[in-house]
């Protein structure tokens, strides 16, 4: 359901609820024969000119609210469910509030004639010319205008006789102009005035048109920025990571020749502290051969223990100023559970987490971000990263940044944890910041060898 489909029906109900009201509101009425009264004891024609715009504008306001009311509540049904019948409640409900004023006996039943008509038809007209208009607002003030314009061929003498202001008070003004031998000035203010109100509709109407087209316009162009961005970013970040794994590769043969000559010399000396040093050097240097394979090959996994990951993770953060905001949580009994990850993916997705969070609580006089680990009820390793920032908003559904950013950290952690069959989880922390957690059952068996992904069970 469209979120404006509410204010839509609030606005019309009340548009028509004023229009009954206006009705009982008789001070316009004695306005308008008080000047009348005037103009005749006076024989001034500008009381008699001044009694028909207050009639004009009497008539125009009372008109707007039952036009604009029964407008609105097609465009309820035209936007959304219904575009045909959308179209056809204006014209059927205004003629309707005609006749219910005549049948309840309305203390100032409104004069259904040629002007009502004309505004009838002028609805037709505002759906035709605006409907490249998307805002319910702009349309109304292109209404009103035409209302407004309409309403001065009541006040038109010459064209009485085509059904043009046959009301009470219409007929009384357009009497005493001809009384007063004032009808054709009536005539030449009256027409001058419908033309002019008249064209301003028209212009105003070309205006919104351009407004909205342009509107319309600028937020693709805008799409279309925000999309060429991104191809821009996902290149770029390919082709450092194509790069990455040239290096990487490079790497492989200096590594080779290091864990070759260190095992030499382990097996070739006699000394102690040759040998013991030489294991350690065997021993670096197999890690890193882990750490360069993990690069390599994404789906390459390794088992290791959750505090290994939450150590590795917080080395990397460490060095930072904003580090001193960590809260870190981690249970004794979970620090030695098992899980198998790629630990240089998996570490690098917990960085981009923990600094989007420090993104999101930079500023605070007291930020403060949660790293640990949990265990959920059904058995399962729980890494969480929560903080007290502002939280997702409405972009929980979105999974993306509220910060403006193009949201590739959330999409890159999102991408790991599927590619480990993890479930990846956004929600609100108990500071009612942001929360995510990464999730999947504990690996029991500690082999440390490395496995394609697709062998996990």
């Known amino acids: 359901m469209s979120e404006k489909r509410p204010a839509l029906v609030l606005w019309a109900s009340g548009l028509l609820f004023a229009w009954i009201l206006s009705h009982f509101v008789d001070w316009p009425i004695r306005a308008v ?14 009381f008699l000119l001044v009694s028909a715009t207050v009639l004009v504008g009497t008539n125009a306001f009372r008109a707007f609210m039952l036009y604009t009311g029964w407008f609105l509540l097609g465009q309820y049904f035209r936007d959304v469910d219904t575009p045909g019948s959308g179209r056809w409640i204006p014209l059927l409900g205004i003629p309707g509030s005609y006749v219910a004023a005549w049948a309840f006996r309305m203390p100032s039943v409104p004069h259904f004639g040629g002007p009502a008509v004309m505004a009838l038809i002028s609805v037709v007209m505002v759906q035709y010319l605006s409907r490249d208009v998307v805002r319910p607002g702009n349309r109304t003030i292109v209404l009103g205008t ?40 009536l005539d030449v203010v009256g027409a001058m005035s419908f033309v002019f109100s008249f064209a301003m509709a ?4 070309e205006l919104f ?17 925000r999309e060429l961005s991104k191809l821009r970013q996902d290149q770029t970040e390919s082709r450092v990571y194509r790069e990455m794994q040239y290096l990487v590769h490079d790497l492989k043969r200096p590594l080779t020749a290091v864990m070759g000559l260190s095992d030499v010399i382990s097996q070739t000396s006699t000394d102690h502290m040759a040998i013991r040093h030489s294991d350690r050097i065997q021993g670096a240097a197999s890690r890193m ?21 939450l150590d590795y993770s917080l080395s990397q953060i460490r060095p930072l100023e904003w580090s001193s905001a960590l809260r870190l949580k981690v249970p004794e009994e979970l620090r030695n559970r098992s899980i198998r ?16 969070s420090h993104r999101a609580t930079e500023g605070r006089s007291d930020p403060r971000i949660f ?4 265990e959920s009820q059904d058995g399962n390793i729980v890494l969480f990263v929560r903080d007290n920032g502002p939280g997702f908003g409405d972009y929980i559904d979105k999974g993306g940044s509220r910060w403006g950013s193009s949201g590739l950290g959330l999409a890159f952690v999102r991408d790991v944890t599927d590619s480990h069959g993890w479930k990846f989880e956004l929600g609100i922390g108990p500071d009612g910041g942001a929360s995510v957690e990464l999730s999947a059952p504990p690996f029991e068996d500690r082999s440390g060898k490395y496995e394609p992904l697709s062998g996990r069970g």
Not at 33 to 46: A, E, I, P, T
Not at 209 to 225: I, T
Not at 291 to 309: F, G, L, T, W
Not at 341 to 356: E, G, K, T, W
């Open 371 to 374: 790293f640990g680990v949990s």
């Open 146 to 185: 035409l209302v407004l314009s309409m309403q001065w061929l009541d006040v038109i003498p010459k064209l009485t006789d085509y059904g043009f202001g046959w009301g009470e008070l219409s007929l009384a003004i357009k009497e005493v102009a001809t009384l007063m031998d004032r009808d054709v000035v």
């Open 289 to 309: 051969n882990q750490m360069i394979s993990e690069i390599r090959d994404p789906m390459a996994v390794q088992v290791v223990s959750v505090s290994e990951v």
């Open 341 to 356: 990850v790629n630990l240089i993916r998996f570490s690098r997705a917990l960085v981009n987490l923990l600094d989007n």
């Open 209 to 225: 048109v351009g407004y909205e087209k342009r509107l319309a316009q600028l937020r693709l162009l805008r799409k279309r920025e």
């Open 202 to 205: 028209l212009v105003i109407t």
């Open 33 to 46: 024969l008080s000047m009348l009264d005037r103009s005749v004891r006076l024989l001034d024609s500008g």
